[in-house]
């Protein structure tokens, strides 16, 4: 597997984690009663969403020509998907939708971040089984 796009995948995916972390935050101060975090909020979720169309292309390239995990690519674009989702719930303040959708991403970003942070993470199977084995 070439490792720029294993390296790219791995910080990538973790940027996306903390920036999906980062709307919490915002959306916790806003809720506080400081109304300049809602703006913050939304220039965040530009970046949330480049972040997680970055990962799924990278995602693809990891899979195909990389010849690593295709699941990791699926998980992305379901990623990718619910992000528009989810920014059109928050525009559109459909809170009942918006605050259980952002909990789902969010789980979906750690899970991903954990994944790519695994030591074989990138290695082909044999490998790692002999690797282990050692
Ligand atoms: C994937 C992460 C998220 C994205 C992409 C996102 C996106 C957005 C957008 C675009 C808005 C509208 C902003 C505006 O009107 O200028 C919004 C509003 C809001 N979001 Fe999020 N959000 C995310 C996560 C969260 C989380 C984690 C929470 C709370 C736990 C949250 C709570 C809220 C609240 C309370 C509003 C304001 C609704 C209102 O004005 O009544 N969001 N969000």
Do not use: K
Not at 32 to 38: Q, R, Y
Not at 73 to 89: F, R
Not at 105 to 115: E, G, I, R, Y
């Amino acid at each position: 597997m070439a490792w720029p796009i294993r390296w790219a995948l791995r910080i990538v995916i973790t940027a996306h984690m903390l920036a999906v972390f980062v709307q919490a935050v915002f959306a916790g101060r806003f809720l506080s009663g400081d109304f300049e975090m809602l703006r913050l909020h939304f220039i965040n979720s530009q970046v949330v969403g480049a972040l997680g169309l970055a990962e799924t292309a990278l995602a693809i390239l990891y899979w195909r020509p990389g010849r690593g995990r295709g699941w990791p690519a699926l998980a992305c674009l379901a990623v990718s998907i619910a992000e528009p989702l989810q920014i059109a719930s928050g525009l559109l303040r459909v809170i009942g939708v918006h605050v259980p959708l952002a909990v789902a991403v969010f789980a979906a970003s750690v899970l991903l971040t954990l994944w790519a942070w695994r030591p074989t993470f990138g290695v082909r199977r044999s490998t790692a089984a002999s690797e282990e084995r050692r």
